[in-house]
C-alpha cells in the first residue's frame, strides 16, 4: 500500500492557460474524491467517482472544470482557462466503498498558483 | 445546511501542557463524526473518529466523546509533544445519500518544547 499520489505537488502557470492533475488512489479502494483547499479553510468537496462513474458534482466545480476516472483507476481534474481565484490546494482522497464510517485517506496535493 | 464549527487558531501550548479544542456542529441527521490532522507538507490523516452518540475516539493519547446533547466533539490531548504542531480539522459524515464528509476549517495548533 503506497498511499494515495498526486502529480504535480506544485503547478504556477498563467491566468487563461489549461492544467490538468492527477491523482492515483490506493489501488483496491473504489471511491475517488476531489477537494479543494484555500489557505484557513478545510477541504471543500469538488466531485466523486465511484469507480468509473462521476456520481456528483459540487457547484464549486464550474463548467471550467472537467474530471475524469477511466477504468475506474487514476483519476485527472483538468481546469481550463484559469483564473487568479483557482489559486489554491487540490486534494484527492480515496476510500474503500462509501460508508458513514468509512476512513478516507488523503493525498499530498497539487498547490496551483495562477499568475 | 449541515456544519461544522471549530475554535479559532492558533492554538499555542508548551509541551506536556492539556490540549482542548473545541468542534460542534449542526446536522439534519445522526452523523458519524471525525477529527483529522494535517502536518506540514502533508495531506489529511485520519486521527480517530466515533460513529454514534456517547462513543470515544482515541489514537494516539488524543480522545474525542460525540455528545449528541451539545452536539458537540471536542479533541483532547492529556500531554502534547512538539510533533504535534499541524492543523487539526473536525468533519462530519451524514448516513445514507453520497457520504461526503463535510469539514470544519481546520485549528493550527503549534506547541514550544
Same mark, same amino acid.
Given at each position: 500500500?503506497?498511499?494515495?499520489?498526486?502529480?504535480?505537488?506544485?503547478?504556477?502557470?498563467?491566468?487563461?492557460?489549461?492544467?490538468?492533475?492527477?491523482?492515483?488512489?490506493?489501488?483496491?479502494?473504489?471511491?475517488?474524491?476531489?477537494?479543494?483547499?484555500?489557505?484557513?479553510?478545510?477541504?471543500?468537496?469538488?466531485?466523486?467517482?465511484?469507480?468509473?462513474?462521476?456520481?456528483?458534482?459540487?457547484?464549486?466545480?464550474?463548467?471550467?472544470?472537467?474530471?475524469?476516472?477511466?477504468?475506474?483507476?487514476?483519476?485527472?481534474?483538468?481546469?481550463?482557462?484559469?483564473?487568479?481565484?483557482?489559486?489554491?490546494? !487540490?486534494?484527492?482522497?480515496?476510500?474503500?466503498?462509501?460508508?458513514?464510517?468509512?476512513?478516507?485517506?488523503?493525498?499530498?496535493?497539487?498547490?496551483?498558483?495562477?499568475? | 445546511?449541515?456544519?461544522?464549527?471549530?475554535?479559532?487558531?492558533?492554538?499555542?501550548?508548551?509541551?506536556?501542557?492539556?490540549?482542548?479544542?473545541?468542534?460542534? !456542529?449542526?446536522?439534519?441527521?445522526?452523523?458519524?463524526?471525525?477529527?483529522?490532522?494535517?502536518?506540514?507538507?502533508?495531506?489529511?490523516?485520519?486521527?480517530?473518529?466515533?460513529?454514534?452518540?456517547?462513543?470515544?475516539?482515541?489514537?494516539?493519547?488524543?480522545?474525542?466523546? !460525540?455528545?449528541?446533547?451539545?452536539?458537540?466533539?471536542?479533541?483532547?490531548?492529556?500531554?502534547?509533544?512538539?510533533?504535534?504542531?499541524?492543523? !487539526?480539522?473536525?468533519?462530519?459524515?451524514?448516513?445514507?445519500?453520497?457520504?461526503?464528509?463535510?469539514?470544519?476549517?481546520?485549528?493550527?495548533?503549534?506547541?514550544?518544547?
Amino acid at each position: 500500500d503506497t498511499g494515495v499520489s498526486q502529480d504535480p505537488r506544485h503547478k504556477i502557470t498563467k491566468r487563461g492557460q489549461n492544467v490538468t492533475f492527477r491523482c492515483d488512489p490506493i489501488s483496491e479502494h473504489n471511491r475517488l474524491y476531489w477537494y479543494r483547499q484555500t489557505l484557513g479553510q478545510g477541504p471543500e468537496f469538488l466531485t466523486y467517482f465511484q469507480n468509473e462513474a462521476q456520481l456528483e458534482k459540487s457547484r464549486l466545480l464550474s463548467d471550467r472544470f472537467s474530471a475524469e476516472r477511466p477504468k475506474g483507476s487514476f483519476s485527472t481534474l483538468e481546469i481550463q482557462r484559469t483564473e487568479q481565484g483557482d489559486s489554491a490546494m !487540490y486534494l484527492c482522497a480515496s476510500s474503500l466503498g462509501p460508508g458513514q464510517g468509512a476512513e478516507q485517506y488523503f493525498g499530498p496535493g497539487t498547490r496551483l498558483t495562477v499568475t | 445546511g449541515d456544519s461544522v464549527t471549530q475554535m479559532e487558531g492558533p492554538v499555542t501550548l508548551s509541551e506536556e501542557a492539556f490540549l482542548t479544542i473545541n468542534c460542534t !456542529y449542526t446536522a439534519t441527521g445522526y452523523p458519524s463524526l471525525f477529527w483529522y490532522v494535517q502536518y506540514p507538507g502533508e495531506g489529511l490523516q485520519l486521527l480517530l473518529k466515533a460513529t454514534k452518540a456517547d462513543d470515544k475516539g482515541s489514537n494516539k493519547g488524543f480522545e474525542a466523546t !460525540y455528545r449528541k446533547e451539545t452536539t458537540s466533539f471536542h479533541l483532547e490531548k492529556g500531554s502534547v509533544q512538539v510533533s504535534d504542531s499541524a492543523v !487539526y480539522f473536525c468533519a462530519l459524515v451524514l448516513s445514507g445519500g453520497s457520504y461526503i464528509p463535510t469539514f470544519g476549517r481546520g485549528t493550527s495548533l503549534i506547541v514550544h518544547p
